[in-house]
Structures are given as structure tokens and as C-alpha cells.
């Protein structure tokens, strides 16, 4: 049979064929009449071959798999074992690309859901968003909104990054008037200092990461437990070392200090066995 036929007969492409020939993986048959003749040898072989790749095996292991290119001395035992050793390893790609389409789904699902319910198109939690359209409206100053601007900036790449942990969004959900004043005047105060960051002490720098720490924990409220047993620690340390990066030069002992905080209290609320008082 011509290429042609080949390529129909085992649902691949005469493109592909020739590719097979120049890497050697498809012998090159003899010339009859003028063109190559394919035979069921190659048809076998090739249908072995678009098996495997489609299952995530690469060629250049399939040419081993098919023992083209297996050592001379190796016996069937150590060719068997090494066959196996590789496509296990195509199994472990393979369910590694499972986890990351089943999170790419998790988050086109998120994002359906936010657009059906407020038009919502991102991943940051509509409560998390409310709590700093809110907030801009009750800056008094410039600088106090640039500082909310700057946070939600930060909040916004973190969810889309992966890094902020969803439980974040149940310190927003539960905010009451109280706690609403409370961050806006915590925001202010920032604000006052931002401009000397650089030069706080680091017990000035402890009472601020005390405050916002203290505010965080109460608008968890009686969940506060739940919410920091619940949180993935390793995704909260990323979040804490981006907030690191993405802040000024002269800000960035603060914003460790906070972030440290903030990674303290995650941990010793994991390791509370759920008996002793809460912040």
C-alpha cells in the first residue's frame, strides 16, 4: 500500500509518517513501481506507536519501549522493568496534568459563578472586593486611599496567582460597622507612617503588626479556630513573602513584620487543640 493509505488506515497523517522515517522510529520500506510500499508490518507498528504517544509516552521513549534502542547486553527481565519504569512515569505526568486542568476547571467554575451572581469577573472573593470599594469611600485623604489601592492590588494578584488562601475571604464576610471603622482608621494610620517605613523601630513596627493582626482575628469572630486550622500554611507563607516583594523599598521591614505576624498566629492557631482561648 502507498503512504496514503497508511496514514488514512491508522488515522495519522503522511506528515507524521515521514517524521516516523527521518527518527527512525518506522522502518522506510523498498521502493515497487516507482513508490514505497507499506505493508501490514508497518501498519502494526505504526498503530503500536500512535497508541503509546497518545497516551503521553514520548517517542524517544516509545523507541526504547519498542526495543530499538535497548543496549545490546540488556536482558528481557531489565528491558521489561525499564519499560515499566517509564510508563509509570508517563501515569505520574499524566495525573500531575489531571491536578493542574482540574484547577484550571475549579477556577473557570469560580469565575462562572461570580459573573452569574454580580457580574463579578475575578478571582477575588465579591466580599473581599465590597470591604475595599467600601473602604475607598471612607478615606478622608489621598493617601489613605492609596494605601487601600495598594492592598487591593496586592489582594487581587494574589488570588489570581493561587497564593491567597480562599479561607481569607470569612474576615470580610462577617465585617460589622464596628470593624468596618476599625479598618478604616487602621488603614489611616498606616497611611501616617508609610512615608517613614523605613525608619520605624522595630517595637513601632510590632504594635502595628499587633493591630493588624488584632483586627483580622476579631472580624473572624467565633470562627477564628476554624478559619486558621483550615488555612494551607504553605500557601499563606507565599502569600505573606509576596506581600514582602510587592511592597516599597522602604516598606518592606514593615511588611515582613506584618506578614511574620500573620504567619505566627496561622500556626499557633494549627497547633491549638482547640481548648485554649482564642485571640
Do not use: N
Not at 478622608?140 to 488562601?165: C, H, N
Not at 479598618?183 to 522595630?202: N, V
Not at 513573602?241 to 498566629?265: C, F, K, N, S, W
Request: hydrophobic residues 40%; proline residues 4%; charged residues 30%.
Amino acid at each position: 500500500m502507498r503512504v496514503k493509505e497508511l496514514a488514512d488506515l491508522t488515522g495519522t497523517t503522511v506528515r507524521t509518517i515521514r517524521y516516523y522515517h527521518q527518527i527512525g522510529l518506522v522502518p522506510v520500506p523498498e521502493r515497487c513501481g516507482g513508490h514505497r510500499d507499506y505493508d501490514l508490518v508497518h501498519v502494526a507498528r505504526l498503530v503500536r506507536i500512535r497508541w503509546l504517544a497518545q497516551a503521553g509516552i514520548p517517542l524517544a521513549t516509545i523507541a526504547v519501549m519498542l526495543g530499538d534502542q535497548a543496549p545490546a547486553a540488556a536482558t528481557p527481565d531489565l528491558r521489561r522493568q525499564s519499560v515499566l519504569a517509564d510508563l509509570r512515569a508517563g501515569v505520574s505526568a499524566l495525573e500531575q496534568q489531571l491536578l493542574e486542568l482540574q484547577a484550571q476547571r475549579d477556577r473557570m467554575r469560580r469565575l462562572i459563578a461570580g459573573v452569574e451572581r454580580d457580574g463579578h469577573l475575578s478571582p477575588m472573593p465579591p466580599a473581599v472586593a465590597s470591604f475595599y470599594d467600601r473602604m475607598q469611600t471612607r478615606a478622608a485623604d489621598e493617601k489613605t486611599r492609596r494605601v487601600i489601592r495598594q492592598e487591593r492590588d496586592f489582594m487581587e494578584l494574589a488570588f489570581y496567582r493561587g497564593d491567597m488562601p480562599v479561607e481569607s475571604a470569612v474576615v470580610y464576610e462577617k465585617l460589622t460597622e464596628a470593624g468596618l471603622a476599625d479598618s478604616i482608621a487602621l488603614f489611616g494610620q498606616i497611611a501616617e507612617r508609610e512615608e517613614h517605613a523605613g525608619s520605624l523601630g522595630e517595637r513601632e513596627m510590632d504594635r502595628i503588626a499587633t493591630a493588624v493582626v488584632d483586627r483580622l482575628t476579631r472580624h473572624m469572630g467565633a470562627d477564628v479556630h476554624d478559619v486558621l486550622k483550615s488555612i494551607d500554611l504553605g500557601l499563606a507563607r507565599r502569600a505573606a513573602d509576596l506581600y514582602v516583594r510587592l511592597a516599597e523599598p522602604h516598606q518592606r521591614r514593615l511588611a515582613r513584620t506584618i506578614g511574620d505576624a500573620l504567619l505566627t498566629t496561622i500556626e499557633k492557631g494549627q497547633a491549638d487543640d482547640g481548648d485554649t482561648a482564642h485571640p
